[in-house]
């Protein structure tokens, strides 16, 4: 069954970065894009941005362009999202989940990770 | 931007009533609607896709509806695991969004 796999929790300093890593098993890992969602305690799902792991194009929110970077390795499945110069407000779950494209164009998440909480604090 | 509109914020019931959610697009996104729920803790799980399509397990009781700007998921006789928060999601366009969510509690 599809799986994706999440790294653990972060505890971060203001100005710091981190790495979140995805671990996709159970389909074909360059057949699907993997988006990263993030959630801030209490709050909504905001979408960071994309990777697919077929050619490693990216495509980020405006938001996050300028600090945040998805790169993925095909032998081991794994993508990774690196978010830099972190602040209090980053403060969030961190969600990647697969991104099946339909021949019209159109995305549906289908399958989500577990969710790797990042802490920022001083 | 597409920005989506969910109402109400927060919708209160008790089990055995249907729950009527609304979520509203600020622009077209043909049926390229789906919809997920939330419980604290835990990730979104798919429960509707292109408005109206029931994910694999998903009981009959989630009915999900319309196409263009303006969307309903529908929830016949609620269970006490029914409730949770419920975000209606666009993949129509980028950047992919969703709305603030409809948080259903027991009354």
């Known amino acids: 069954q599809v799986q994706l796999l999440q790294s653990g929790a972060e505890a971060k300093k203001p100005g710091a970065s981190v790495r979140i890593s995805c671990k996709a098993s159970?389909?074909?890992?360059?057949?699907?894009?993997i988006h990263w969602v993030r959630q801030a305690p209490g709050q909504g799902l905001e979408c960071m941005g994309v990777?697919?792991?077929?050619?490693?194009?990216?495509d980020y929110a405006q938001k996050f362009q300028g600090r945040v970077t998805m790169s993925r390795d095909t032998s081991t499945n794994t993508v990774s999202l690196d978010l830099s110069s972190l602040r209090s407000e980053d403060t969030a779950m961190y969600f990647c989940?697969?991104?099946?494209?339909?021949?019209?164009?159109?995305?549906?998440?289908?399958?989500w990770g577990q969710g790797s909480l990042v802490t920022v604090s001083s | 931007e597409i920005v989506l509109t969910q109402s109400p914020a927060t919708l209160s019931l008790s089990p055995g009533e249907s729950a009527t959610l609304s979520c509203r697009a600020s622009?077209?996104?043909?049926?390229?609607l789906a919809w997920y729920q939330q419980k604290r803790g835990q990730p979104p799980r798919l429960l509707i896709y292109?408005?109206?399509i029931r994910a694999a397990g998903i009981p009959a009781t989630f009915r999900g509806s319309g196409s263009g700007t303006d969307f309903t998921l529908t929830i016949s006789s609620l269970e006490p695991d029914d409730f949770a928060v419920y975000y209606c999601?666009?993949?129509?366009?980028?950047?992919?969004?969703f709305g603030q969510g409809t948080r259903l509690e027991i009354k």
């Open positions: 999601h666009q993949g129509s366009s980028w950047p992919l969004t």
């Open positions: 622009q077209s996104v043909s049926n390229h």
């Open positions: 292109e408005a109206s």
């Open positions: 990777i697919d792991p077929s050619g490693g194009t990216t």
């Open positions: 989940a697969r991104g099946a494209v339909y021949t019209s164009g159109w995305t549906l998440l289908d399958s």
């Open positions: 159970g389909y074909s890992f360059t057949h699907y894009q």
